[in-house]
T-cell receptor
Framework: AQTIHQWPVAEIKAVGSPLSLGCTIK??????LYWYWQATGGTLQQLFY??????VESVVQLNLSASRPKDDQFILSTEKLLLSHSGFYLC?????????????FGHGTKLSVL | AQKVTQTQTSISVMEKTTVTMDCVYE???????LFWYKQTASGEIVFLIR??????ENATVGHYSLNFQKPKSSIGLIITATQIEDSAVYFC????????????FGSGTRLLVSP
């Protein structure tokens, strides 16, 4: 069975500090991976997606970057955090096309920028 | 550009009743996929049900069903025999079919089921 693990579970960071959030998928080769951001009480905003190692597409510019260093790993990062980066970050993988297509989400990382 | 709109911010119902949540979408694609997800109080997001644009029959999974009205670009979620544990935020989402990787979500509807 496929599992998705996000780390850390929560972070409290200072404005201007760097950030790195991680996501690992096990049991699935070459998964399509997504990063979403959710403000408190808000919708899910897609940030990035990746269909293969080394290839990442940006959906919205929020002064964040993403990388896919390994087939099963997706990293979200920034060198300088802003207050507006606070929120809930979710990694997801999309099953293949057809009737079983859906997104499976990790448990998320809660980020507080102070 | 694709867009998903949920106008109901919150709904309160009594247990064991039926509730309908609205969702309208915008797309230029003739082929698209519609989804409903549930976010629990812990933040966990789980897939509930989907509808493919080319299918005329409304999807049904357990006590979830869809009311797909293609001419109105509408995909309502119906929950029958609601339970306390159905209390959550429900999101409607869409992916365009022509090789699109973007999955756009609506703003969500908070459902509160009371005993």
């Amino acid at each position: 069975a496929q599992t998705i693990h996000q780390w850390p579970v929560a972070e409290i960071k200072a404005v201007g500090s760097p950030l790195s959030l991680g996501c690992t998928i096990k049991g699935k080769s070459s998964p399509n991976l997504y990063w979403y951001w959710q403000a408190t009480g808000g919708t899910l905003q897609q940030l990035f997606y990746s269909i293969t190692v080394g290839q990442v597409e940006s959906v919205v510019q929020l002064n964040l970057s993403a990388s896919r260093p390994k087939d099963d790993q997706f990293i979200l990062s920034t060198e300088k955090l802003l207050l507006s980066h606070s929120g809930f970050y979710l990694c997801a993988w999309r099953t293949g096309g057809g009737s079983n297509e859906r997104l499976f989400f990790g448990h998320g990382t809660k980020l507080s920028v102070l | 550009a694709q867009k998903v709109t949920q106008t109901q911010t919150s709904i309160s119902v009594m247990e064991k009743t039926t509730v309908t949540m609205d969702c309208v979408y915008e797309t230029q694609d003739s082929s698209y996929f519609l989804f409903w997800y549930k976010q629990t109080a812990s933040g966990e997001i789980v897939f509930l049900i989907r509808q493919d644009s080319y299918k005329k029959e409304n999807a049904t999974v357990g006590h979830y069903s869809l009311n797909f009205q293609k001419p109105k670009s509408s995909i309502g979620l119906i929950i029958t025999a609601t339970q306390i544990e159905d209390s959550a935020v429900y999101f409607c989402a869409m992916r365009e079919g022509t090789g699109g990787y973007k999955v756009v979500f609506g703003s969500g509807t908070r459902l509160l089921v009371s005993p």
